[in-house]
C-alpha cells in the first residue's frame, strides 16, 4: 500500500486489478515452462490495456521484461502482446527516478539504513543508482553502504526450501554484513529477499527492520 | 546422486573451512574487481564482447581450425594424436612412456587430465605422474581432488599442509609457508630433472601457429614442458583459437578475471619440439586434442556456450553458493557455476539431476564471466530438460497454475492459507530450520484495497 500512497501522492491514478496474480517466476525457474506460460498468458491479458505498470519487485519486473519473450517462443501472438507491454513494465524505483523523473519525494525516515541489492533488480534491470538516489532525498536518512551490499541473501524462490542450509548459510553471511553496518533498518525493492532477510535477522537475535523502499518514501516520520 | 546433503552441512559446519573458502574467494573477487576497473581497464567490457565472439566463431568453425591446427603442429615437428575419451588419451601417454622407457612423468595442473582421471590411469600402471604445481602436489600427497578450478587448495591452510607433509615425506613439522614452498621446490627439481616426459595441460591452442599457450605463476608449467625429453600438452578441443594475435584479448582477461593479475608471471608460447641449434626444449612434442563429450555439447546449439569457457574461474569466487559448500561438495573436478553447467552435460543429466537446481540464480557468475556465458540462462534450460525427462513437481505447478488463473480463488485460498503459517512441515518446515516465517498482517492487499477505496 506504500507504493501506492507514494504514486498517488505524485498525482498518479493507481489502480489494482483484482484479476491479477503472479508474474509466474516460479514455474518458469523450476523448469516448468508450460505452466509458467498459462500464468504469464494471464498477466499479459489482465494488464494488456493499462497505460503504466509499476512493479514493488526487481525479480517479478525482469521475469515480465527479460523472460516473457523467451518464454512464448514459438507463438507470434503473444509475443507480440509481450512486445507491446514490456516498454510500460518498470520496477518501482526504477519508474520513479527514470520516468516519472522524481528523487525528492519529501519523505522523512530518521534513521541509520543499510540498502540491499536485489540480485535482479542490480543485475538484470541495472539497477544501482535510481534507489540509492531515492534514499538519498530523504529527511533525516543515513545511508550506510554494507561491504556484502550485492551478494545475494540466499532466497532464490523454490532455492531457499528446497536447498534451505544453503540458503540460510548465504542470509547468515549477508545478515553479518548488514549488523557490521549499525544500521537499523535495511531496505530493498524486493519483498521476497526482505522475507529472507527478516527471517534470519530474527532469528539470529538482531533488532534490525527490513522495509521496502516504497515503505521509506512513503513515510514521513 | 541425490544432494550430498550431510556433506553439505558438514562442510556448512566447519567454521575454519568456511573462513577458508570465504576469506579466500574473497580476496580473489575483490582483486578481480579492482583489476577490471574502469580506470584500470576502460576496454573491459569491449575485451569481453570480443573474446565471446572469437570464441563462438572458433566453435561454430572449429572443424575448420583444428584442422589447420594439426598441420601446423606438424609443420613444426610436432604430432597431434586424435583422443575420443579419456581412456585413449592415457593410452597413448602409456604407450609412449613404454617405447621411451619413461618411468617418471611431470605434470603441471592441468583440469582436463584431472576429468579424465590421468594420474590414476597411469598409477594403475605402475607410472608415476607427479603433480608440480604447489597447490596441486600438496593434494595429490593428500589424495585429494582440487578444491577450486584455479586454486586447487584454497581450502587448506599452512597448518594441514604442515600436516600433509610431514606424514607423506617424513619431515619435521614445519607452518611457515615460504619453508613448505621450499621443501616443495627441493623435492619437485629431482623430478623435473628426472622425468622422462613432461605433461601439460594448455589454456589456448593457436590454430595458426600450431602453437600450445599456456599461463601459469609457479614456473613449474615451463620446466614441465622444456626440462624432460617429450613433451605432451593435453587439451579439450574448445580450446582453440584462430590465430596467436587473439591471445592479445584472452590474455588481457585471463589472469585478470582469475586472480587480478594483469598478466600471470609466465606465459608460454610452445609450438613444435627443440629446433636445429636451439639448446632448450623437448626433443618430442605432442598435443593430444580431447573430445570426451565435447563433441556432444557442439551439436547443441542452445547449450553450446558452455564450451567457450577459459577456466579462469571467476564464477566460483563470485558464487554465494560455491563460497559456502565449496568444490568438494560439486560431484565432478568442475565446481561453481560453470561445474554446475557442464557437469550434466558431460556426465548425463540423470547423474546428478539436483546440480543445476542448487542456485540461486543470483546471476553474479555472468557478470563476472570474461567470455560472457550465460550461465543463468543456460542453468534454466538444464532444469528445463531435467523436469521434462523427471516431471517430479508437474502435479504441483499445475495446481499452482490452475490457482493463479482463478483471481478470486487465489484471494480466499491466500486468506485460508495464511491463517496455516504455524504448520510445521514440508516447506514451510525447511524454511523454519534455517530462520524465522514472517508474522501474518492481520489483512490481506486485497481487502485493504477494498476499505481505502470505499
Known amino acids: 500500500m506504500a507504493m501506492v500512497d507514494v504514486l498517488e501522492r505524485l498525482g498518479f491514478t493507481v489502480e489494482f486489478r483484482r484479476e491479477q496474480t503472479c508474474c509466474a517466476q516460479p514455474a518458469f525457474n523450476s523448469g516448468y515452462h508450460t505452466e509458467a506460460r498459462t500464468v504469464a498468458a494471464h498477466f499479459l491479458d489482465t494488464f494488456g490495456d493499462a497505460d503504466t505498470i509499476v512493479v514493488p519487485s526487481g525479480s517479478c519486473t525482469s521475469m515480465i521484461t527479460h523472460h516473457y519473450a523467451e518464454l512464448f517462443a514459438g507463438d507470434a501472438k503473444r509475443q507480440q502482446q509481450v512486445r507491446e507491454l514490456t516498454p510500460r513494465v518498470f520496477e518501482f524505483s526504477q519508474f520513479l527516478v527514470d520516468v516519472a523523473q522524481f528523487d525528492d519525494l519529501g519523505a522523512s525516515f530518521p534513521h541509520k539504513v543499510t540498502y540491499h541489492d536485489s540480485c535482479h533488480a542490480l543485475r538484470e534491470l541495472g539497477l544501482k543508482d535510481a534507489p540509492r538516489r531515492l534514499l538519498g532525498k530523504v529527511r533525516g536518512l543515513e545511508l550506510v553502504e554494507m561491504g556484502a551490499a550485492e551478494e545475494c541473501c540466499g532466497f532464490g524462490g523454490l532455492f531457499s526450501v528446497k536447498f534451505a542450509p544453503i540458503s540460510g548459510a548465504m542470509a547468515r553471511t549477508k545478515v553479518e554484513s548488514i549488523v557490521a553496518t549499525g544500521a537499523t533498518h535495511v531496505v530493498s525493492v524486493d519483498s521476497s529477499c526482505l522475507m529472507q532477510l527478516r527471517g534470519a535477522l530474527a532469528r539470529a537475535g538482531h533488532r534490525i527492520e527490513t522495509v521496502h523502499l516504497a515503505e521509506v518514501l512513503a513515510s514521513r516520520g | ?454
Open chain 2, 1 to 454: 546422486m541425490r544432494v550430498p546433503e550431510a556433506a553439505i552441512r558438514k562442510t556448512l559446519a566447519d567454521a575454519n573451512l568456511q573462513l577458508a573458502i570465504y576469506t579466500n574467494t574473497g580476496r580473489f573477487k575483490e582483486n578481480r574487481s579492482k583489476a577490471v576497473a574502469a580506470e584500470v581497464l576502460p576496454e573491459y567490457q569491449e575485451l569481453r564482447t570480443r573474446a565471446a565472439a572469437i570464441k563462438r566463431h572458433t566453435l561454430d568453425f572449429l572443424d575448420v581450425y583444428l584442422l589447420q591446427f594439426e598441420s601446423a603442429v606438424e609443420a613444426h615437428g610436432g604430432k597431434v594424436i586424435w583422443a575420443s575419451t579419456g581412456e585413449e588419451a592415457a593410452d597413448f601417454i602409456l604407450k609412449l612412456a613404454k617405447e621411451r622407457a619413461a618411468s617418471l612423468i611431470v605434470k603441471s595442473k592441468s583440469m582436463t587430465s584431472e576429468e579424465i582421471d590421468l594420474n590414476e590411469r597411469l598409477a594403475h600402471h605402475e607410472l608415476e605422474a607427479v603433480e608440480t604445481d604447489l597447490g596441486e602436489y600438496i593434494l595429490q600427497l593428500a589424495g585429494q581432488k582440487p578444491f577450486h578450478i584455479v586454486a586447487p587448495a584454497i581450502h587448506m591452510t599452512r597448518n594441514d599442509v604442515a600436516d600433509v607433509f610431514t606424514e607423506k615425506l617424513g619431515i619435521e613439522r614445519d607452518t611457515v609457508i615460504e619453508n613448505q614452498a621450499m621443501t616443495a621446490r627441493r623435492v619437485l627439481r629431482e623430478k623435473f630433472l628426472a622425468a622422462g616426459i613432461g605433461v601439460t595441460g594448455a589454456n589456448f591452442l593457436a590454430a595458426d601457429a600450431g602453437a600450445v599457450v599456456i599461463v601459469e605463476n609457479e614456473g613449474n608449467a615451463r620446466l614441465s614442458h622444456s626440462a624432460p625429453p617429450v613433451h605432451v600438452a593435453i587439451a579439450g578441443i574448445e580450446k582453440l583459437i584462430p590465430r596467436v594475435r587473439d591471445l592479445g584479448v584472452f590474455l588481457d582477461l585471463l589472469g585478470r578475471s582469475a586472480s587480478g593479475q594483469a598478466l600471470t608471471s609466465y606465459t608460454s608460447i610452445v609450438s613444435g619440439p627443440k629446433r636445429a641449434g636451439e639448446l632448450d626444449g623437448p626433443e618430442e612434442f605432442y598435443v593430444v586434442l580431447l573430445d570426451a563429450g565435447r563433441t556432444k555439447l557442439l551439436a547443441d546449439k542452445e547449450k553450446r556456450e558452455s564450451l567457450q569457457c577459459i577456466r579462469c574461474g571467476a564464477c566460483l569466487n563470485a558464487c554465494p553458493v560455491y563460497r559456502k559448500i565449496g568444490g568438494h561438495n560439486y560431484p565432478w573436478v568442475y565446481s561453481g557455476p560453470i561445474g554446475k553447467v557442464i557437469t550434466p552435460q558431460f556426465q548425463g543429466r540423470g547423474k546428478d539431476p539436483w546440480l543445476p537446481f542448487a542456485s540461486s540464480l543470483c546471476g553474479a557468475c555472468a557478470e563476472v564471466c570474461p567470455v560472457k556465458i550465460d550461465i543463468p540462462g543456460l542453468l534454466l534450460q538444464l532444469r528445463r530438460e531435467a523436469v521434462a525427462a523427471d516431471p517430479a513437481d508437474r502435479l504441483l505447478f499445475r495446481a499452482w497454475a490452475w490457482l493463479m488463473t482463478r483471481p478470486a480463488m487465489y484471494g480466499m485460498l491466500a486468506r485460508i492459507g495464511l491463517r496455516f503459517s504455524g504448520v510445521e512441515m514440508g516447506p514451510l518446515a525447511a524454511w523454519r530450520a534455517e530462520r524465522d516465517f514472517p508474522a501474518v498482517p492481520e489483512k490481506s492487499f486485497r481487502a485493504l484495497w477494498k476499505e481505502r477505496k470505499k
